[in-house]
């Protein structure tokens, strides 16, 4: 092991924390030596304190004076090893996350431990957003710059029947779908919530400052539901997937049963419809009976469309 990935060895790191903890006590004044015993109980190993005084107090570590002060002019922070440094290059160099304008200074000198074009995604669209776009770009951090300063955009955008529309609206968020592999801006419009997906718009402009009124908006009405899942062919990998963005908890009932609770925004009810029924019977919808009544009428719609073939 390399003596700086050793900073991060289960001891050693702790260490590290412990005593860069006690030494920024040092540099504000008033350490003494029943606070350091008191950091050490606290915050590090059972046996770390026979270990972390004495050295300090009988200087084997030149970092503590007798008076209680340190000859450190600046606050200790824990160095990134060479492989942490390549897993933030891997992170940073995402298309995704190049759209935030993220500062890679200082990882000009490591490779990413893997890129996005190494990995082959069996349970993803192929239409997914392009994150490279200059345009795309330029629309995604006018929303997040609108969102941090509570502005208004007037956005021009193609509906889902490829209608052109224009509206004004106050952002929220903007939510990723790991399966469509897209953004959405989630906005409101009037008194309602309204969606866009980031990709369909086409001219965005900021506007004035919203007044705080409009900004305290009520939340969402939340629903919830449960379902019974059958883990065959991966379904639990892929809910997990599916279902990523929402709020839920998950129950093992055997080996191969799970009983799933999701919360989900009731705007989205026909969403969620779509992605239940995409597990078809390893998905079973327990409760609530509104919600198996949605899936009832969209099974009869889709049967009602092919015997029209």
Same mark, same amino acid.
């Given at each position: ?5 050793? @900073?991060?060895?289960?001891?050693? +790191? ?6 860069? @903890?006690?030494? !920024? ?65 891997? $992170? $940073? ?5 190049? $759209? ?5 200074? +200082? ?5 990413? =431990? @893997?890129?996005?074009?190494?990995? %082959? ?6 239409? +997914? ?15 997040l710059q609108a969102i941090a300063e509570k502005r208004r955009v007037e956005i021009s955008?193609?509906?889902? &029947? ?5 509206? &004004? ?5 903007? !939510?990723?779908? #790991? ?7 989630? #906005? ?9 997906? %980031? ?6 402009? =900021?506007? !004035? ?6 900004? !305290? *908006? ?6 919830? $539901?449960?379902?019974? =899942? ?8 892929? #809910?997990?997937?599916? @279902? ?24 989205? #009810? ?9 597990? +078809?019977?390893?998905? *079973? %919808? ?14 009869? &719609? ?6 029209? &073939?």
């Amino acid at each position: 092991m390399k003596s700086s990935d050793s @900073f991060f060895n289960e001891v050693y +790191g702790t260490y590290f924390r412990v005593v860069g @903890f006690i030494l !920024e006590q040092a540099q504000k004044g008033g350490l003494t030596t029943e606070k350091i015993d008191r950091i050490v109980q606290e915050q590090a190993f059972g046996d770390s304190y026979l270990t972390i005084p004495r050295s300090l107090k009988d200087c084997e570590w030149p970092l503590l004076q007798n008076d209680m002060t340190t000859p450190l002019q600046h606050t200790p922070s824990m160095p990134l090893t060479i492989l942490q440094r390549r897993w933030l290059k891997t $992170l $940073l160099s995402d298309k995704r996350m190049q $759209l935030f304008d993220v500062d890679c200074t +200082g990882l000009d000198d490591v490779e990413p =431990l @893997f890129s996005q074009e190494q990995f %082959v995604y069996f349970d993803r669209y192929n239409d +997914g957003d392009s994150y490279d776009d200059p345009q795309y770009k330029q629309h995604f951090r006018l929303l997040l710059q609108a969102i941090a300063e509570k502005r208004r955009v007037e956005i021009s955008f193609l509906n889902n &029947k490829n209608d052109n529309m224009r509206k &004004k609206y106050l952002p929220t968020q903007i !939510e990723y779908s #790991a399966k469509d592999d897209k953004f959405r801006l989630k #906005a409101v419009c009037g008194s309602s919530l309204h969606y866009v997906n %980031v990709a369909r718009i086409k001219e965005c402009y =900021l506007l !004035e400052t919203a007044n705080a009124e409009i900004c !305290e *908006q009520k939340a969402p009405e939340r629903c919830k $539901l449960t379902a019974l =899942l059958t883990d065959e062919r991966n379904a639990l990998e892929r #809910a997990m997937l599916h @279902f990523s963005h929402l709020e839920k908890t998950t129950e093992r009932l055997d080996e191969k049963h799970y009983r799933l609770h999701l919360t989900y925004d009731k705007s989205d #009810a026909i969403e969620m419809v779509i992605r239940i029924l995409s597990f +078809g019977p390893l998905l *079973q %919808v327990q409760e609530p009976a509104s919600f198996i009544e949605l899936l009832r009428k969209r099974l009869q &719609k889709q049967l009602a469309l092919q015997a029209d &073939k």
